[in-house]
């Protein structure tokens, strides 16, 4: 990892707040043991990382790909890449006030990821900025 790295890293533990990045379901083939059927299954993988949440400015709402009730998260590295259309939700308990400001950011617990861009140094992310939207 690099020194932005580990210092958007540190930064992001100290004052982010925990959240739960979700992919989109997958379909996994997978066979049944007893009659060697095939089974098709969903699964989705999460990732916990600590992020920081907040608004766009008013200038940076055009109201067609960013709208004014998009927020913005800003994640640490993570092993994969976070995808469009991935989902984030907060990942504290509903009464806790981190919960409660993204619940009315987004008015549910998930919010849709609707762009990612990563800011890198040397070929390897840093961070990642993501717009969210609510779900």
């Given at each position: 990892?690099?020194?932005?790295?580990?210092?958007?890293?540190?930064?992001?533990?100290?004052?982010?707040?925990?959240?739960?990045?979700m992919s989109a379901l997958e379909q996994v083939?997978?066979?049944?043991?007893?009659?060697?059927?095939?089974?098709?299954?969903?699964?989705?993988?999460?990732?916990?990382?600590?992020?920081?949440?907040?608004?766009?400015?008013?200038?940076?709402?055009?109201?067609?790909?960013?709208?004014?009730?998009?927020?913005?998260?800003?994640?640490?590295?993570?092993?994969?890449?976070?995808?469009?259309?991935?989902?984030?939700?907060?990942?504290?308990?509903?009464?806790?006030?981190?919960?409660?400001?993204?619940?009315?950011?987004?008015s549910s617990d998930v919010a849709r990821?609707?762009?990612?861009?990563?800011?890198?140094?040397?070929?390897?992310?840093?961070?990642?900025?993501?717009?969210?939207?609510?779900?």
């Amino acid at each position: 990892m690099s020194r932005e790295a580990d210092s958007a890293q540190r930064i992001l533990a100290k004052a982010g707040e925990p959240v739960i990045v979700m992919s989109a379901l997958e379909q996994v083939q997978a066979f049944d043991p007893i009659t060697g059927d095939p089974i098709t299954q969903a699964e989705r993988q999460q990732y916990l990382a600590k992020g920081y949440l907040g608004r766009y400015r008013l200038a940076d709402v055009d109201g067609s790909n960013v709208m004014s009730t998009d927020g913005r998260l800003i994640l640490p590295q993570m092993p994969v890449r976070p995808q469009r259309g991935w989902y984030v939700k907060a990942g504290t308990a509903p009464m806790d006030d981190w919960y409660e400001y993204f619940y009315n950011m987004f008015s549910s617990d998930v919010a849709r990821i609707m762009d990612v861009m990563p800011i890198r140094k040397a070929g390897l992310d840093i961070i990642y900025i993501c717009q969210l939207r609510a779900n």
